[in-house]
């Protein structure tokens, strides 16, 4: 079983900036892609980034130049640097782990418990 943390969320003015960490504990065998996605009220769940374990990276149309993700294998971690935040940021925000009980395995999709970000205009 993997366990996912997050931290790191808050309100902040348009323009600031967050950092989202997420870290995985657990029986960790083997951690394939790791993402962040958000969740307005009212709007579905929608991918924000992800990263691979080579560490190639996906961004949303509407986050890329402002937000980077980035992960750190030997912590089992992966962060959200959010900057130029605006208001439609707002959201609740969950990290994703897919993980492997081995390197080849189908891969299992966990999810953090959510962090609140609220961008004030």
């Known amino acids: 079983q993997v366990q996912l943390v997050e931290s790191g969320g808050g309100l902040v003015q348009a323009g600031g900036s967050l950092r989202l960490s997420c870290a995985a504990s657990?029986?960790?065998?083997?951690?394939?892609?790791m993402g962040w996605y958000r969740q307005a009220p009212g709007k579905l769940r929608e991918l924000v980034a992800s990263?691979?374990?080579?560490?190639?990276?996906n961004y949303a149309d509407s986050v890329k130049g402002r937000f980077t993700i980035s992960r750190d294998n030997a912590k089992n971690t992966v962060y959200l640097q959010m900057n130029s935040l605006k208001p439609e940021d707002t959201a609740d925000y969950y990290c994703?782990?897919?993980?492997?009980?081995?390197?080849?395995?189908?891969?299992?999709?966990?999810w953090g418990q959510g962090t609140q970000v609220t961008v004030s205009s």
């Open positions: 994703s782990v897919d993980h492997a009980l081995i390197s080849w395995g189908t891969p299992h999709r966990y």
């Open positions: 657990g029986r960790i065998f083997s951690i394939k892609a």
């Open positions: 990263i691979t374990s080579g560490g190639i990276t």
